[in-house]
């Protein structure tokens, strides 16, 4: 039976490609957006031009409101509160019900709270959302004491953000240095090194308990190593999954909303994509979760193919980027696990990370300003082809090259 009508869940990265796509692939049947938040808009400027009011909220939208009028996706401002996987069917927190032959679920996820006493405290703020960087952003200025609680990437870029802002901020993370398993250890030394270069004070260390007091000032206890005092206080620890419609209709959920190669979750009539979904392939295997904007896109084009029963894309290996003091960061594939590390230097400065698998392929590269490199890099792992360490090593060599 053709295909007639669709709801998809959560209008994020991933939920708006979906509809998108359906549409670019030529579906004209009922398409409809379900999403609290309203028009679809993009996350990474929250913690970056959008933070430091360099683009507005109409700036960030990932469509202009014509858009979904001249392509009749309805876009409609509310939370799907229930899931009947059978009809299926949704209902929504205004008490609409609505029916379709298909629902993808694009929920997205929380940020993940800290699990020590206070960390559930209102004031300890959290970056998700267009509300939270407009509250984030309210509340910092000049001199005001920041504490980021997690390294990662958004902490980081929020770090550098806020020192533009005119804030003093602190940084403080368990591990010295974060991130090594998206950059390689000699990337993840030389970006948390910028932060005390720019004026970051670096603490690691584990956060025992926030407490806050009447005059609004806040307390971080940390394991070992004394406490920090700050205004704000804000915790990027990563997400957790929104799987709760999916568990709550019977789905499978592990950490993620379970789907295959073809984002169809555990039940025919559901699929899930973004950050939201993950991919469990057919000997059982569950893969890791992504949480990356062009992984939600990726996954929204392949939604759409696969309703309508078309070629799925394929989309090769993963990829990411951050910004923080003035460095543009990226990554592909996967830079996590056995084989040889490879570092490219400029100038006695690392640039470039590689890692080559047991197998004589590029597994995974991270840059520094080095997007050019990393595209390059990209084509040679998805075209599986060998690679020797001297070559990567050598500055004087263009990947370019190598990828032909
Ligand atoms: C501050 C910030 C900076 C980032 N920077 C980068 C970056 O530099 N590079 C990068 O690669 N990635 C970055 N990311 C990650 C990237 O933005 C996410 O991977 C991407 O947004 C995921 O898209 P998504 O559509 O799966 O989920 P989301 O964007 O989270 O969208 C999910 C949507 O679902 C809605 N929703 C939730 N529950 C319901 C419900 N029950 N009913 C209806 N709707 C619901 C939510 O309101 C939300 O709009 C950043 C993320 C953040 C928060």
Redesign the pocket.
Known sequence: MALESVII????????TAARQLREKGFTGKLVI????GL?Y???????DYLLAKRDATQILLSAAEWFTENNVEVIT????ELDVDAPSVVLSDGQKLNADKVVL????TARRLPIPGGQLPTVLE???MED?DHLRSVLGEGVRLAIVGAG??GA??ASSALQLGADVTLIDPVDPPLVPAVGEVLATRLHRMHGENGVEVVTGVPTEITVNEAGVHTIELQDSGKVEADVVLVGIG?VA?T??ASASGLDTDNGILVDESQRTSHPNVYA?????RTRLPDGTLLRR???????MN??ATVAAALLGQDLPSHGAS?????RHGVHVEGVGSMLGDGTLVTRELDGIPVAAFRIDDQGLLAGCAAIDGGLMVRAARRIIDKQKPVNAEQLADPSIDLKKLAR
């Open positions: 869940a959560g209008g994020g990265m991933a939920g708006f379900v999403d609290p938040e679809p993009d996350r990474p400027p929250l913690s970056k509310a939370k799907v509160v694009a929920t997205g996820g970056l998700r959302t960087a990437l958004i870029e929020v997400i929104d709760a419609l994509i973004g950050d939201t979904a992504a949480e990356h904007w062009e992984h939600a996954t929204g990829w990411f980027w951050s910004d």
